[in-house]
């Protein structure tokens, strides 16, 4: 925690945690304003968890999100309205501390001048020139000044998609001005959160710091993006400074919906109710399936698209493996509640993975979306829409439930003109060039293209981009296509997977010979592969533009 004070009234900081609220109590603050949004990174508590620790220390608590790209005059006023009424002094927050800031200028426009504005702010290590040029342009952020940052090739995001584009297209083009925008301290491996439920990795050794990790001689922009100005080939970012490209790769993810799911937010991490898509979320699953001896566990999965479809049911088959080696499986009612009407989307890997349903008994519920989650009374709604049927809702118990999300583009793409219907980035599902403005490109989980959404998929589209925006570099045409190879390592049992690995339209795509792992079986070659050999690959390979098994399909002629 990193406390800086702007004015005697408030002090800002970047994200807080549930065990330093108390220490705010301490220091002598009287009210806490949460300025971000839930669900933009995977270690965030809720603002209901903040709330409730505030509560429990005596602070007075408001929860103000500043959605990206949304700093709004009316928000600037709302939080001008907290700062006299709540008990003082008052520390906000958000990601960096850069969009409280930013509501404070804006708040404080009417109040002080532009000059002692910029002074209180830049004391605090805060630049808020931007806001300044938005306070004398109107309320418009302009993006025509040359004291705008300018780069070659601009990318937003640092995950997995976007470290590796960045690496992949650095060690094509030595030369470039590259930047990555993104205000994360932090970089995690979200394929390892799956095996940390389980039982068999430590969180801690899927987490890096993100310093660490940006390839040399590439500018890291620590910021949130706030907007897009494709016509001015500008993003406008937290604070309103504003950054120029000459080329954009879009890659920031998508965003964990946990707030669509009615009181989930009130009782994650407890009551029961976990999940292995966040970080601080993934031991406890392990801690509930390891405590758990008889009852009932549901495993859910939400309508598509989200990312890696399968991880839903690999928690659910290595509960069921540790319950059936414990002895504790056959008095535990194991239940999957699928939004969705198959199994798995590509048929060739059902009658293995149909196989574990029978071998633990599990009970299949398709067309069976969560609504609603009771922690305290350990109860469960869900919608069931089975076809040509009327819809209907029903509420079950449970004694441990593993949720999986419902999942959009982040906001700040949704809002953007580089979205399609959808929300997400609307591009050439070969080229992964964007289908308007062509001097964009977009991988990884926010774009639109059918395939799968995982890190493996990232992992051969990064090379795709790389080689493309280095051809348009070059006065030339596209050269590269993604042929839409995406994989699910399906954890059936511990020691044994069945390796999914396919391209657009369910094609098997498959890495290796039938002789070396055959994908449409269980496997311990393939355990092997996702235990010990997939992460170094990640850290070492993939995200230092080492393109093993990963180089670009080229385009044929016609």
């Not at 995001?157 to 590796?164: E, Q, S």
């Amino acid at each position: 925690m990193n406390v800086k004070k702007i004015s005697d009234a408030l002090s800002v900081s970047g994200q807080i945690y549930l065990d330093e609220v108390a220490n705010l109590a301490d220091l002598g603050f009287g009210a806490i304003v949460c300025n971000r949004p839930d669900g933009e990174a995977a270690d965030q508590p809720t603002h209901e968890e903040m709330q409730q620790a505030a509560q429990k220390a005596g602070l007075a608590f408001l929860y103000l999100p500043v959605t990206p790209g949304i700093v709004t005059d009316e928000t600037a006023a709302a939080f001008k309205t907290a700062l006299t009424e709540l008990p003082g002094p008052i520390l906000g927050y958000c990601r960096t501390g850069t969009r409280t800031t930013t509501l404070w200028s804006l708040a404080m426009s009417s109040d002080k001048s532009v000059v002692d504005i910029l002074a209180a702010t830049k004391a605090a290590g805060y630049d808020m020139a931007g806001v300044a040029r938005r306070i004398a342009n109107g309320g418009k952020t302009p993006t025509d000044s040359a004291q705008d940052a300018q780069y070659d090739v601009v990318i937003v995001g640092a995950g997995a998609a976007g470290v590796a584009v960045a690496a992949s297209l650095k060690a094509r083009k030595p030369n470039a001005e590259i930047a990555i925008i993104d205000p994360a301290d932090i970089h995690y491996y979200q394929p390892g959160w799956t095996m940390v439920g389980a039982g068999v990795f430590d969180a801690q050794t899927t987490a890096k710091t993100m310093g660490s990790l940006i390839p040399r001689g590439v500018h890291w922009v620590k910021s949130g993006v706030a907007a897009f100005e494709p016509e001015n080939n500008a993003i406008i970012l937290d604070g309103c400074r504003v950054v120029k490209y000459q080329r954009l790769i879009v890659c920031p993810g998508l965003k964990l919906d946990w707030g669509a799911i009615e009181g989930l937010e009130d009782t994650l991490g407890r009551n029961g109710v976990t999940s292995n898509y966040r970080y601080n979320l993934a031991p406890y699953t392990w801690e509930l399936v390891h405590g758990l001896k008889s009852g009932r566990a549901i495993f859910t999965q939400p309508p598509m698209p989200i990312k890696c479809a399968g991880a839903p049911q690999k928690a659910m088959y290595l509960s069921s493996h540790h319950w059936e080696t414990s002895g504790n499986l056959k008095n535990i009612d194991v239940d999957f509640m699928n939004a969705g009407g198959v199994l798995f989307g590509v048929k060739d890997y059902v009658p293995a993975l149909q196989s574990y349903v029978d071998r633990y008994d599990l009970n299949l519920n398709f067309f069976h979306n969560l609504t609603a989650i009771d922690g305290a009374a350990k109860t469960a709604t869900f919608s069931v829409f089975k076809p040509e049927t009327e819809a209907t809702e029903i509420t079950v118990d449970f004694d441990m439930i593993h949720v999986c999300p419902p999942q959009t583009a982040p906001d700040f793409i949704r809002v953007s003109p580089l979205a399609d219907a959808g929300g997400w980035v609307d591009v050439d599902q070969a080229t992964l060039r964007h289908k308007v403005y062509d001097n964009i490109w977009s991988l990884g989980d926010v774009m639109n293209a059918p395939n799968a959404k995982t890190a493996a998929a990232a992992r051969i589209q990064a090379p795709v981009v790389a080689e493309n925006v280095a051809s348009d570099m070059d006065g030339k045409g596209p050269v590269a296509s993604y042929n839409g190879y995406g994989s699910c390592p399906l954890t059936v049992e511990k020691g044994k997977i069945v390796l999914a690995e396919f391209g657009y339209g369910g094609v098997l795509l498959p890495s290796f010979p039938k002789w070396v792992i055959d994908g449409t079986k269980p496997t311990r070659a393939a355990w092997v592969l996702k235990e010990q050999i997939l992460p170094p690959i990640y850290w070492k390979a993939m995200l230092r533009g080492k393109e093993w098994l990963a180089k670009p399909e080229k385009i044929t002629a016609k």
